[in-house]
DNA sequence: TTCAAAGTATGGTCTGACCATAGTATGGTC
DNA sequence: GACCATACTATGGTCAGACCATACTTTGAA
């Protein structure tokens, strides 16, 4: 194996004091001055490992002084999925379809796993929200908030983190789709359906409308091919 | 907003310089040095920048000469989402619970979207070698490899790569609860069956199959709690 | 008591130096 | 001409020190 980086084994002592110490949320770590001294490296080496650490959302960075300054522990992972998809959306490695897919999934499993059913109170306000939308812009916006609220449903934060990162990742696409419609109403009835069969725990029925309500998002990325006679 | 960061510039930059040139997997990056005269900023923020685009998976830095040195672009999302989920599980914002449950989301779904049969062939030659395994540790392996299977038969990059990052995030786990139960004959069979299933075109069946395995896998995660009387 | 100014701890960035690594070029030897 | 040991060099990895930007804390005057 490769010698470990010492940025690498920073990481790793790091993470190794959030175990030992019982660190969580809000907890903060000590400055990249005193950490290197401690760690006995260069502060280059902290601030890179520290850089890791924030990609990955653990670790959340802030200059000045007080309560707030330093790096604070946070719990942002639906950033690192964001980038991560982005990314590899751009060099060819992941494809739309295969993000689009990811999200019905996720979706279908939430309304057939109901382990929160908070999330029909944000989908109902986020329904009430895009009848009111003006643009496309803040209908999209809304719609997102009820996507989301979909997610959680199913009490995992996972899901629900991956479900803002899908969205952030094609929010541009989502937008594009609906100026391009030029109307809502066929998407604002699916999602009535959606929440209304959901709220009646009729899992089954709402992933069937969940599905339909994507197809007619996406007919690019859903449709499967005509077959040629 | 906040003012952005040099290193943030930088990945935006490079972001799009992957894009304008069409750059994919395989193709190499200017130099750390030659990167920071090109972008008028000091190599440490290039390399602060290399360093997000390295946990995320898209390159891959090599120290040395010759035409794999340098930072070359890949395709590794599975580390930065397994690196994602040991922080965060570390940190308590997600419990293996959820973990476990994305797991059997994925490959329900799966066995009943199947898109590339090859998994199959993947979850054969796994099983055939579960079958030869001597202790726990290699039983696993190979286990592994049968779930990186079923989630191949979808298709999706981004579900095989969450699942090769689930199960090295929750492998120490799986090899504990394979050495308590002290014997493979149940799993096996388990796992014969989704095999079975998924290759005759059954995708309810083995949906329904996967959910038993883990229910007999993780017991302690998956049983609703027993009922007060 | 209020508020403006100075102080200070923190992250952000740059420069330059040196080390480690691993191909590449050189040149001697057979 | 073929082979191999040596020196070279381009690349990432690390460190030290300096300085800037930010934002809270303290001080002290009004």
């Known amino acids: 194996m490769r010698k470990p980086r010492t940025f690498e084994d920073v990481i790793a002592r790091i ?48 200059a000045g002084r007080g309560p707030d300054a330093g790096a604070v522990l ?17 060099t060819a490695s992941l494809s739309l379809g295969e993000v689009i897919a990811t ?14 059913p908070e999330g029909l109170e944000v989908m109902r306000a986020a329904l009430e ?38 969205r952030q990742t094609i929010h541009a696409y989502s937008v594009a789709a609906v100026e391009a419609a030029g109307r809502t109403d066929v998407l604002m009835a699916d999602h009535w359906r959606i929440y209304e069969l959901a709220a009646a725990g009729d ?7 969940v599905a339909d309500h994507l197809a007619h998002a996406y007919p690019a990325l859903t449709t499967p091919p005509p077959p040629t006679p």
Chains 1, 2 share one sequence.
Do not use: Y
């Open 15 to 62: 993470e190794r004091r959030i175990a030992d110490d019982g660190l969580t949320v809000g907890d903060r770590l000590p400055g990249e001055r005193r950490l290197a001294e401690e760690l006995q490296v260069g502060r280059s080496s902290v601030r890179e490992a520290l850089r890791v650490l924030e990609t990955l959302g653990v670790v959340s960075s802030q």
């Open 74 to 90: 946070t719990s942002r992972p639906e950033s690192a999925l964001a980038d991560l998809l982005r990314l590899h959306l751009g």
């Open 103 to 116: 999200r019905l999934m996720i979706e279908q499993w939430a309304v057939q796993h109901v382990d929160a």
């Open 129 to 166: 929200q895009m009848e009111r939308a003006g643009d496309a812009r803040s209908f999209v916006d809304h719609d997102v908030t009820f996507h989301l609220g979909v997610a959680l449903l199913s009490g995992n934060r996972l899901l629900a983190a991956t479900m803002r990162a899908l």
């Open 203 to 209: 899992g089954r029925g709402a992933a069937q409308a």
